[in-house]
């Protein structure tokens, strides 16, 4: 059995993984999204890596079962909730989607974040 080991969320030298919001859900734009997946648990319940993201605007909702913990390395997104409200989220700083979270997630200045997702099941 191999033994675990500590895996570094370093800058990545080739592409990622491309995709843009599903169009039923778009609400500005059509950002293109990049994502590098550079964890993934045994179990499949937890990932976590780098994703990146232009300008837009798209609806959102979590599964119950979803949690995700991002930091924000650069630029500014808000995170739109049903009732109106909103939350920013800069460069330097980080949150957490609970599971069960429906709103809008926008970019307003163009996103590269840390992600760690997790799903419990």
């Known amino acids: 059995m ?10 990545p030298s080739t592409p990622g993984g491309v995709d843009f919001p599903r169009p039923d859900r778009l609400e500005l734009g059509n950002p293109r999204r990049e994502t590098w997946s550079l964890y993934e648990s045994a179990d499949g319940q937890m990932t976590a890596g ?42 330097g700083q980080g949150a957490v989607i609970p599971g069960g979270f429906e709103g809008a997630f926008e970019v307003l200045e163009p996103v590269r974040k840390h992600f760690v997702v997790v799903e419990r099941r």
């Open 50 to 91: 780098i994703w990146a993201c232009e300008v837009g605007r798209w609806r959102i909702v979590f599964p119950a079962d979803k949690d995700e913990y991002f930091f924000v390395l650069e630029g500014h997104v808000r995170l739109h909730d049903p009732q109106g409200g909103f939350t920013d989220v800069r460069a």
């Open 2 to 11: 191999t033994a675990p080991h500590i895996v570094r969320l370093d800058p």
